[in-house]
């Protein structure tokens, strides 16, 4: 079975760090591009950082910017998203989700997504 | 930044009904336009991608049509099932952007 799960979220402080991680199963990992996308409480849905199949090329939303840093390791069918600097506008559930293709950002179609973990940033 | 725009932004309709969900970007995105439905505590789900190709698994009466600005989401015959929020999504240019959702509801 395709599946991706989320682990790591939590209730933190502003300016404290959190590292997210995906597991990926049921699907070549290092043949696909993967995300980041959050939805905060009531909003919709807004992509956060992307990353292709081997770590080449990588983009951010500009909320997030050198702030976050996306990253993946093939060899253990993982994402993750390191989180820095954290702020109460980044309270959000963060999903994980499946390129359909191996170059974004910013790529195709997320065809799979995990179902997400919540971050909550309050003091 | 490539600004998606959906409308309506909530509509409530029977089942049976045909409806249709229009999304609009700022600038030409060519095909690159792609749907998701999202249910309240579950996954989102891959319905339509590249404009108008319907996703393996998703039923028929959901098509996609449109491309460069101006597209379009139609469920032909809505099911209990159907009910839920749906966004569009642009992967022409980073970073990737989401309409604001439309959410569906039971008349």
């Known amino acids: 079975e395709v599946q991706l799960v989320e682990s790591g979220g939590g209730l933190v402080q502003p300016g404290r760090s959190l590292r997210l991680s995906c597991a990926a199963s049921?699907?070549?990992?290092?043949?696909?591009?993967m995300h980041w996308v959050r939805q905060a409480p009531g909003k919709g849905l807004e992509w956060v950082s992307g990353i292709s199949w081997n770590s080449g090329n990588i983009g951010y939303a500009d909320s997030v910017k050198g702030r976050f840093t996306i990253s993946r390791d093939n060899a253990k069918n993982s994402l993750y998203l390191q989180m820095n600097s954290l702020k109460v506008e980044d309270t959000a559930l963060y999903y994980c989700?499946?390129?359909?293709?191996?170059?974004?950002?910013?790529?195709?179609?997320?065809?799979?997504w995990g179902q997400g973990t919540m971050v909550t940033v309050s003091s | 930044d490539i600004q998606m725009t959906q409308s309506p932004s909530s509509l409530s309709a029977s089942v049976g009904d045909r409806v249709t969900i229009t999304c609009r970007a700022s600038q030409s995105i060519s095909s690159y336009l792609h749907w998701h439905q999202h249910k309240p505590g579950k996954a989102p789900k891959l319905l339509i991608y590249a404009a108008s190709s319907l996703q393996g698994g998703v039923p028929s009466r959901f098509s996609g049509r449109g491309s460069g600005t101006d597209f379009t989401l139609t469920i032909s015959s809505l099911q209990p099932e159907d009910f839920a929020t749906y966004y569009c999504q642009q992967s022409y240019s980073t970073p990737i952007t989401f309409g604001q959702g439309t959410k569906l509801e039971i008349k």
């Open positions: 049921g699907f070549t990992f290092d043949d696909y591009a």
């Open positions: 989700a499946k390129d359909t293709g191996i170059a974004a950002p910013p790529g195709d179609a997320f065809d799979i």
